[in-house]
């Protein structure tokens, strides 16, 4: 925009997702009274913190975690630790089947976590590290979210892939490391177990926090490999985690007793077949957003240039990185998931992503998706923020941004107040739905969104 600059997005919100203590609920039960005839999940060893935690000079990489957080955690009265986490795990293939048993393995976890035990809430969201770029990426993570609402955040590395790079990055830090049995099982069939120990083993890791609720969270490749874990393989251990979510990827189809959440963006949703919601299912739709936007791409560059040497560069077809915050509508889904596991209360349903009748996505004269989760950045749209794209690599998980003209914003918004009430009235609208956090609805006042 040049002379018609329209304000900060605003909001207005008085609704509060609080979470109350409660007794276990049904679910914490049901799953209690399922191990009996289950593997229990073996006990890992914990050594640590690593020294090193706080990056130091780019060019001696052994001096700190590989992809510490540039957040400021000291201000948030948190910190970040890494951990070594050792045992022997048991291999399964992709349908479950065993095929190891007792295998040693070595890896790493990374802890961000309240300093003070009166921040903690006592959620820890138990992230499988994704690896689809080749080294491990904290995809979930998010500052703000996590923060504020006191939870930690682990990030388990499972994976062949995610390991060899750490080994490469640092073999001083890192050359210990091995989740495959010494190369005799490279198709990551230990990955399972690995995951379920590191989370079992997360009370020596906490300093002296205690868990109340352990939440498995994967994004993309990792909500794959969750899927597997949750669909072939936990029918046959004893459980670890109290509730999944599966964000930007696939879900699984069997009723378990660990309720299961499942949020995507725009780009994951390609067909208008879908499983319906139960008492241990749901799944939201975020219109407009990409699998891997705008906020991601943006905390993550600065990092890859520390750690990697450069940030990744996309010759995208359409001008790439939606801009609508799908992190706000996954923060949503986590309180919601923490209130389903303590107390058996459901998440609200959400309206899905509308086809049309030869089974393309249906879209307004303006090219937004219609139906889904509509945040103000679609519903009271300045840009066209959609979940597709073309191009090299990794583009079609980026979604378009492409900001409208002074022309169509006149003619859209005449009048800035205007403008403002109808952002009011959507944000508030989502927060009361419970697609939305007060926070972040206030965020978008502030313009941090």
């Known amino acids: 925009m040049t002379s018609y600059a329209l304000p900060r997005r605003a909001a207005g919100a008085a609704v509060v997702l609080g979470l109350v203590a409660a007794a276990p609920s049904d679910f914490a039960a049901a799953a209690a009274a399922a191990t009996s005839d289950r593997t229990p999940v073996g006990r ?11 990056p130091g000079d780019p060019r001696s990489p052994d001096t700190y975690p590989f992809f510490s957080t540039t957040d400021d955690l000291t201000k948030a009265g948190y910190v970040e630790q890494e951990f070594i986490v ?3 795990a048991d291999g399964y293939d992709t349908a479950g089947g065993k095929v190891a048993g007792g295998v040693p393995y070595t890896t790493r976890i990374i802890v961000r976590r309240p300093a003070a035990a009166v921040r903690f809430s006592g959620t820890a969201l138990v992230e499988w590290q994704n690896v689809t770029a080749g080294y491990d990426l904290d995809a979930l993570w998010d500052a703000d979210a996590v923060t504020r609402a006191g939870h930690a955040w682990i990030g388990v590395s499972a994976q062949r892939v995610g ?12 050359g210990d490391l091995d989740v495959t049995g010494g190369g005799r099982f490279t198709g990551d069939e230990l990955s399972y177990d690995i995951f379920a120990q590191a989370a079992k083993a997360l009370p020596e890791a906490m300093g002296g926090l205690r868990i ?4 498995a969270v994967g994004a993309s ?3 794959a490999r969750m899927t597997v874990y949750y669909q072939s393989v936990l029918p046959k251990v004893a459980p ?3 509730g999944y979510a599966f964000i930007v990827g696939t879900a699984p189809t069997r009723a378990g007793d660990e309720p299961v959440f499942q949020v995507l963006s725009e780009t994951d949703v390609r067909t208008p077949d879908r499983p319906a919601d139960t008492d241990r299912f749901r799944r939201w739709e975020v219109a407009g957003a990409a699998h891997s ?3 991601g791409q943006q905390y993550r560059a600065p990092i890859s240039v520390r750690d990697l040497g450069a940030a990744p560069q996309y010759a995208c077809g359409s001008p790439p990185f939606s801009r609508v915050p799908l992190d706000h509508v996954v923060a949503a889904a986590y309180e919601h998931l923490v209130r389903w596991v303590r107390r058996g209360t459901p998440p609200p349903v959400a309206p899905p992503l509308l086809f049309n009748t030869d089974g393309t996505k249906a879209r307004d004269t303006l090219g937004l998706a219609a139906g889904g989760i509509r945040l103000s950045q679609v519903s009271v749209p300045t840009a066209l923020n959609t979940g597709d794209n073309t191009g090299e690599t990794f583009c079609r998980l980026f979604g378009t941004h492409q900001p409208f003209d002074e ?5 859209l918004y005449p009048h800035r107040a205007g403008y403002l009430a109808k952002v009011v009235q959507a944000d508030v609208g989502n927060v009361r739905a419970g697609y939305l956090l007060p926070a972040d609805a206030w965020q978008n006042l502030t313009g941090h969104s």
């Open 44 to 54: 890992a060893s914990v050594t640590g913190p690593l020294p090193g935690t706080v």
């Open 86 to 88: 050792s045992g022997t």
């Open 163 to 174: 390991v060899d790079r750490l080994r490469g990055w640092s073999p001083a830090r890192y």
């Open 212 to 215: 109340r609720t352990t939440l």
């Open 221 to 223: 490749q990792s909500a």
């Open 240 to 242: 670890v985690f109290d």
């Open 293 to 295: 936007g705008w906020r």
């Open 407 to 411: 022309a169509v914003l006149r003619q």
